[in-house]
């Protein structure tokens, strides 16, 4: 944990619900086929998606896009999760959920190790106590974000 910290701090307690949000996402995401998720590219695409927002805040429509195709996965559930949020009536304001995004990034490219391309990963996974079996299963509670009730960020 405390090697994580850097990367998270100055983030707001609604910043930092954010955050584990993204990261509840992260943790299921499997890339298609053989490829396997890496520390570069969990920060690509929290990179891609925070661009995107920044860009669009500045009045311009522009889909920043990463380079690797798990990435581009990736960045895709994080914009599939903050509409899904906002569909059912959560309030996520574009500032906050950029800079958790960065958060992440920054933890990402910070803690990757070049004998261990996911310590990252590994480190968010330990922390949140992801079971990939369990997250595997769409049923499964370890599966499930709940972001149905307006104004309020729960992962469960």
Do not use: W
Not at 4 to 33: C, K, Y
Not at 42 to 60: D, F, L, R
Not at 61 to 69: A, C, F, K, N
């Amino acid at each position: 944990m405390a090697a994580l910290l850097p990367s998270m701090a100055g983030l707001t307690e609604r910043q930092n619900q954010l955050f584990f949000l993204f990261q509840s996402v992260i943790a299921r995401s499997r890339p298609d086929g053989l490829a396997k998720l890496t520390d570069e590219d969990v920060a690509e695409a929290a990179s891609a998606c925070a661009s995107t927002i920044e860009t669009a805040a500045k009045g311009v429509l522009y889909e920043h896009t990463p380079t690797t195709l798990p990435a581009q996965k990736l960045a895709g559930e994080l914009r599939a999760l903050l509409a899904e949020a906002r569909q059912h009536g959560a309030t996520i304001y574009d500032r906050e959920a950029a800079i958790a995004l960065r958060a992440i990034e920054k933890g990402a490219r910070m803690l990757t190790r070049p004998e261990d391309s996911t310590y990252y990963l590994s480190l968010m996974n330990r922390l949140l106590q992801v079971n990939h079996a369990a997250a595997a299963s769409e049923g499964s509670p370890a599966a499930k974000t709940d972001i149905t009730k307006p104004g309020s960020i729960i992962i469960r």
